[in-house]
């Protein structure tokens, strides 16, 4: 029979732009993820706080918050990973404005998804036959590499580049054009590199690689921005795009 | 930054990559065969060679640095895009001037 677990000394942040962090104590389980912690606040000591979660599994990516300086997805991070010496400090994700304690508001987060140009530009109709896509080619490759990204943010926010450059496109808004550049089946193709090759664009990355090392599902959107820098590059020298 | 940018920050940095390696060679031969300024004044005077290497070695790193120094402003300093490379250009047309004017005092002068 194992020890009984020792109490967790948590802090959260509570309030807005200005909140604070305030600590709670959470009895320590098996097999606890850091979603439990928050959730054991918000169901025992104070119904008040304010946090994202919908799938639990990490498939939804809306439960993502900074832990421990960090940002992750809290349903997928266990307690015994992170928590050094039973404490926690659990934040909003950085890079993005503060809603309520551990809620941020996304929407300039998916407004550079649009500005990337990462909706599906369908190059044929439902009449036509359903596209034959071949697993083993290089374009569906890199494509497949990078398109499991589950919108959590986790890349955006531990970003140095949009830390510093509010108009940059970030990680995540890179890789879903990337996942579209190499999709045989789309053909937006000319206006989406045009636009991740506008200021704020592929080229203001630094490449300090934050967002490969934090992304939770493992993809690499260093590798996915490098590619776009590349084919952008390729694409002004033949004077398809412009600047 | 934009492709445009990126596309000649990336080429005049592959342009000094030799251009560096030379140019630290050159040092290292100068300092250890204990050459006076006469001794490289007499190689360098009406060569058309160093000319053209040091000429285009001050135009690349004028125009690396000057869109280098544009970013920096742009992420770290309250200027807009259009004032960091109004600064930028001004820097690379100092750093050309400078340069240049090595170029023709051990050259031409």
Known sequence: MSAPLSDLSVSLWRGGEDGRYQTYTVPRRDSQTVLDVVTFVQ????????????????????????????????????????????????????????????????????????????????????????????????????????????????????????????EYLGPAALTRAWTLVNDQRDAGNRDRLQAVAATGGCHSCHSHQSCQELCPQTLNPTAAIAGLKRRTAAAYLKGEIKT | MTVRLYIWQRATAALMAPLVLIHIAVIFYATRQGLSAADILSRTRGSVVWAAYYGIFVAAASIHAGIGVRNILTEWSPLDDRRAGQAAIALGVLLAALGLRAVYAVVLS
């Open chain 1, 43 to 166: 169901r025992h000591l104070d119904p008040t706080l304010s946090y994202r979660f919908a799938c639990r599994v990490g498939v939804c990516g809306s439960c993502a918050m900074t832990v421990n300086g960090r940002p992750r997805w809290t349903c997928r991070t266990h307690v015994a990973k992170v928590a050094g010496g039973g404490r926690l400090e659990i934040g909003p994700l950085e890079n993005l404005p503060v809603i309520k304690d551990l809620a941020t508001d996304m929407a300039e987060f998916f407004r550079k998804w649009q500005r990337a140009k990462g909706v599906f530009a369908p190059s044929q109709t439902r009449h036509d036959a359903i596209a034959q896509i071949r697993p083993d080619t290089p374009a569906r490759a890199a494509a497949d590499a990078a398109i499991e990204c589950i919108n959590c943010g986790v890349c955006y926010a531990g970003c140095d580049t949009v830390r510093w450059n509010s």
